[in-house]
């Protein structure tokens, strides 16, 4: 539930640049791989984090 609870942050923040949505993703990437190592390092997750699976209708 963290996980899905940190992506649903990310994809409702509000962040002005690009470079800030890019650093979001790397901090919360790491936040994963940290509080579940084998989720956080899984291709879905990678995905997530990486913007991969954002679709806009899905928020």
Known sequence: M???SLYITLRRSE????YEQED???S???WARQIEQPAGHSPSWTAA???D????ESL
């Open 2 to 4: 963290t996980l899905v």
């Open 15 to 18: 962040v002005s640049t690009q």
């Open 24 to 26: 979001a993703r790397r």
């Open 28 to 30: 919360l990437a790491a």
């Open 49 to 51: 984090f990486g913007g």
């Open 53 to 56: 699976l954002d679709v806009p």
